[in-house]
C-alpha cells in the first residue's frame, strides 16, 4: 500500500464530537417512565460486545485496551502521558483514535464500512501499553486478532468489510477463511427452507468442510418445544454441497443476552399497558432462545404502541454490513416523544394515502389501503449502533408491515446535532447563505417522505402459501415499464433480502430517497412541514427548502465517492451509493438541470451547479423515471432487471472514481459521532448523567457505562 493510499485511512484529527443532549426531555419523565427507560437502556448496550465482534476480531480487544487504560489512570490522560513518556501529538493521537472507535462500535467506520488507524506510529501505542500488564496484553492481543490496529499493508482488501473469499474483513462468517459466496448463498436458501431467519445468526465454516450456524441466545441448547426450525438441528446439506453437514449451535453471544433479557424483564415491571407488557415478553424470549419467531411478535406489539411517552426497538434490526445483506447488526433505541415535533409528521401521516396516488406506479404495485403509522419526532436517550441515523421505518418484515403495519420515527436531536465550524464543499460561493439558512428543514423533509412514503410503500408480489397469491396469477399486473405482464414475482419462502441479496439495502434506500425527492416538489408537502402557504413559491421559504434539498442530494452524491474503494471496486455503505446514483440520476436530466462546475484541470474547484427554476421540469421528471424502474422491479422480484439498472447507474468510472474521488477524500470531513448520557438507578430512582463533547468526554462515557 502507497502512502497516498494509507492516508485515506487515518483516524480524524480531530473528530467532530457532538453532545446527544436529552436533559429536558428525559427529566419530563415520571420515575416509573425514567425506569422504563433506563433498563431498556441497560438491555440496549448490554448489547455492545455483539457489534463489536461483528465488525472485527481486533475489535474487542481494542475496546478493552481503551477502557482498560481509562480505568488505570482513572481518566486523568496528562498523568497517563507523563508516565508512558509520550508528547502531546502523540496522546491526542490516540484520544482521537479512541473517540472515532467507541463512536463507531468497532475499527470500521460505521457509515462506509471501511477501516480507520491511529495516526501515531506502534510505538507509541506501546509506549501507552506500557503502564500496566493488562493493557500490555490487550495490545498485543489487539494486533494479533484480525487484521490488527494498523493498516493492512500487505492485503489492502482487509480495509474493506466484506466477503471473506473476496479477501474481505466479515465476522458474520467467523474463523471461516475459506468460506465462500457460494456457500452463504447456498446455506441461506436451505435454512430461508426451513423457516428459520438469519437476523441473529453468524456462520462458521469448519475444517472439515461441515458448517454450523451460530445463533445468537441466552442458553446454549434450543427450548424443549424446539428451535424455529422444528426439533430438528442437524441436517446433511443437499448438491452441491452435499456429503456436508449443517447445526445449528445455540448460544453465541450468550453473555449478553442474558444480560439483555434480564434487562428487558426488569422493564417489564414499569410498562405503561399490556401491550408493552407483551411486547417485552416476546423480547424477552427471543433474546433468551435465539427465536426471530418471537422476535417477529415483539415487533407486532411494537406497532400497536402507539404514542408511547418512551419509544424503543432493540435487536438484530438493520443487514447493511453483512455482505450477504441478510444478517443483522445489534441495535437498540430509547427514546422520548417530542410531542410538537409530532404534530407536523401527524398532519403528513393523515396525508399519505392520497400523496401515495401521486407516486409513479399504477395500483397493483401498491397496498391496497395505506396502513397510517405512527410517526414521531423523537429525542434520542440511548443509542447502541455502529451509527445513530436521522430516522428509522421498521420493522423490516415485509409480512408484518403489510399485515400489521409499520412505525416511522425521525429522531431530533441527531437532526439538529451541529459540528462547529463545518466546513462545506462542492457549493458554488452564492448557494452557501441558502444551503446553510435550509438543510435543517430541507433535512427533516426529506427524512420525513424518506421514512413514511419511501420504506412506507409498495406491495410485493408474491406466493403468500402452496398455490395462494396475493394477485391475480392468471391475469398479472402490466409493467408500466414494459407494457407487457408481469412473469417474475416472490416464491415460497423468498423475501425481498433474499431475492436482492447484497444490493438489497442500498436498493432500498435509493427507491426512498428517490419518493422524497419527487414529493419534496409538491409545495403543499412543504405545507404541511411549515414551509409556505402551498402554492408556488420559489422566492419564499419553501422554495428555498425545495432547492436546498436537490441541493443537498447532489452534493452528498459527490461525497459518497468517499466510499467508493477503486482497488476493489466496492461500495462500502447503502446510502451512499444510493446518493451517487441520485447525483446520476440529476445529471442525466438534460438540458443545463444539473452540472459538473469546474476549470481546473484537476478538479480542485469542483462544485455542483442547478438551475433551481428545473427543479419541477426536469429534475422531478427524471428522477420519477428511475423511481418507477427502482420500484416495479422490487415488486415483481426482477432481480436481473433491479440488478442491470441499479449496477449500471452506481458504477464508477475513471473520472468519477479518480478525479472527483481524489478532491472528496481531499476535502474529507469528520463524520460526527455522539456523546450520548447514562443512566444509574439507585434505590429505586434513576439519575442522568450528560458527559462533556470530547474525546475524553466519550471514553469517560463508555468506561461508567460498565459493558
Not at 329 to 336: I, T
Not at 379 to 405: F, H, K, M, T, W
Not at 634 to 658: I, N, P, Q, S
Amino acid at each position: 500500500m502507497d502512502e497516498k493510499s494509507l492516508q485515506q485511512y487515518f483516524a480524524d484529527s480531530p473528530p467532530t464530537v457532538v453532545p446527544l443532549a436529552i436533559r429536558p426531555h428525559f427529566d419530563a419523565l415520571t420515575n416509573e417512565q425514567k425506569l422504563y427507560a433506563h433498563y431498556i437502556s441497560r438491555a440496549s448496550f448490554a448489547g455492545t460486545r455483539i457489534i463489536l465482534r461483528q465488525v472485527s476480531p481486533e475489535s474487542e480487544p481494542i475496546y478493552d485496551f481503551i477502557l482498560s487504560l481509562y480505568h488505570h489512570c482513572d481518566g486523568d490522560w496528562a498523568d497517563l502521558q507523563k508516565e508512558a513518556g509520550i508528547n502531546n501529538d502523540g496522546l491526542q493521537d490516540f484520544l482521537n483514535y479512541a473517540a472515532q472507535f467507541l463512536g463507531n462500535i468497532g475499527n470500521y467506520k460505521g457509515f462506509g464500512d471501511t477501516k480507520f488507524i491511529p495516526r501515531c506510529g506502534p510505538e507509541v501505542l506501546e509506549a501507552i501499553a506500557s503502564v500496566s500488564s493488562k493493557t500490555k496484553k490487550l495490545l498485543a492481543k489487539s494486533q494479533a486478532e484480525g487484521g490488527g490496529i494498523f493498516a493492512n499493508v500487505d492485503n489492502e482488501s482487509l480495509m474493506h468489510l466484506g466477503f471473506p473469499d473476496h479477501g474481505h474483513m466479515s465476522t458474520y462468517y467467523p474463523d471461516s477463511p475459506g468460506i465462500t459466496k457460494k456457500e452463504i448463498d447456498l446455506i441461506g436458501e436451505f435454512l430461508a427452507g426451513k423457516k428459520l431467519l438469519p437476523e441473529n445468526t453468524r456462520i462458521q465454516k469448519m475444517e472439515n468442510g461441515n458448517f454450523k450456524v451460530l445463533i445468537a441466545s441466552a442458553l446454549r441448547h434450543p427450548p424443549p418445544e424446539g428451535s424455529d426450525a422444528g426439533s430438528e438441528t442437524v441436517w446433511m446439506l443437499p448438491a452441491p454441497l452435499e456429503g456436508k453437514k449443517l447445526e445449528l449451535e445455540f448460544g453465541d453471544h450468550i453473555e449478553e443476552m442474558a444480560n439483555v433479557a434480564l434487562h428487558m424483564k426488569k422493564a417489564q415491571l414499569h410498562v405503561a399497558n399490556d401491550t408493552q407488557a407483551k411486547m417485552i415478553c416476546e423480547y424477552a424470549k427471543s433474546f433468551g432462545t435465539g427465536s426471530l419467531n418471537a422476535f417477529k411478535e415483539s415487533q407486532k406489539y411494537w406497532v400497536k404502541d402507539l404514542g408511547p411517552a418512551i419509544e424503543s426497538n432493540i435487536g438484530f434490526i438493520e443487514s447493511y454490513r453483512d455482505p450477504a445483506g441478510i444478517r443483522a447488526e445489534w441495535e437498540g433505541l430509547v427514546a422520548m416523544v417530542n410531542k410538537e415535533r409530532t404534530k407536523a409528521f401527524q398532519k403528513l401521516v393523515d396525508a399519505a394515502p392520497k400523496l401515495v396516488l401521486r407516486l409513479p406506479w399504477p395500483h397493483e404495485f401498491e397496498k391496497k389501503q395505506f396502513i397510517a403509522p405512527d410517526f414521531t419526532s423523537l429525542e434520542v436517550l440511548s443509542c447502541s449502533s455502529s451509527g445513530i441515523p436521522a430516522g428509522i421505518n421498521i420493522p423490516n418484515y415485509d409480512d408484518v408491515r403489510q399485515e400489521v403495519g409499520f412505525k416511522n420515527v425521525s429522531l431530533g436531536n441527531v437532526l439538529s446535532a451541529k459540528a462547529p465550524n463545518e466546513k462545506i464543499p462542492f457549493l458554488r460561493p452564492e448557494d452557501l447563505s441558502v444551503y446553510q439558512s435550509n438543510r435543517d428543514q430541507a433535512f427533516e423533509v426529506q427524512v420525513g417522505l424518506h421514512e413514511l412514503l419511501g420504506h412506507g410503500t409498495g406491495k410485493l408480489l408474491q406466493e403468500t402459501s402452496p398455490g395462494k397469491y396475493n394477485f391475480d396469477v392468471e391475469n398479472p399486473p402490466v409493467s408500466p415499464i414494459s407494457n407487457k405482464p408481469c412473469t417474475t414475482w416472490y416464491k415460497l419462502s423468498q423475501t425481498w433480502g433474499s431475492v436482492f441479496g447484497p444490493i438489497a439495502s442500498s436498493y432500498e434506500e435509493c427507491r426512498a430517497e428517490c419518493v422524497a425527492m419527487v414529493l419534496s416538489c409538491d409545495f403543499d408537502i412543504l405545507k404541511i412541514f411549515g414551509f409556505g402557504d402551498g402554492t408556488v413559491d420559489w422566492s419564499g421559504k419553501a422554495g428555498d427548502v425545495l432547492y436546498t434539498s436537490y441541493l443537498s442530494m447532489a452534493r452528498a452524491g459527490i461525497i459518497a465517492l468517499e466510499s467508493w474503494d477503486s482497488k476493489s471496486q466496492k461500495w462500502g455503505q447503502a446510502h451512499m451509493q444510493a446518493r451517487f446514483s441520485i447525483l446520476r440520476t440529476f445529471l442525466d436530466a438534460g438540458e443545463g438541470f444539473a452540472t459538473l462546475d469546474y476549470s481546473n484541470e484537476d478538479l480542485s474547484d469542483l462544485t455542483i451547479k442547478l438551475d433551481k427554476h428545473k427543479i419541477i421540469s426536469h429534475g422531478r421528471p427524471a428522477v420519477e423515471r428511475y423511481l418507477q424502474k427502482l420500484h416495479v422491479y422490487k415488486c415483481t422480484a426482477d432481480l436481473e432487471e433491479g440488478k442491470r439498472l441499479y449496477e449500471d447507474m452506481t458504477h464508477v468510472d475513471e473520472f468519477w472514481g479518480t478525479q472527483v474521488r481524489d478532491q472528496v477524500l481531499r476535502n474529507k470531513q469528520p463524520r460526527k459521532v455522539f456523546v450520548q448520557a447514562n443512566t444509574f438507578e439507585n434505590g429505586g430512582q434513576v439519575t442522568l448523567k450528560e458527559y462533556e463533547a470530547s474525546p475524553q468526554g466519550l471514553i469517560q462515557s463508555y468506561a461508567e457505562r460498565d459493558v
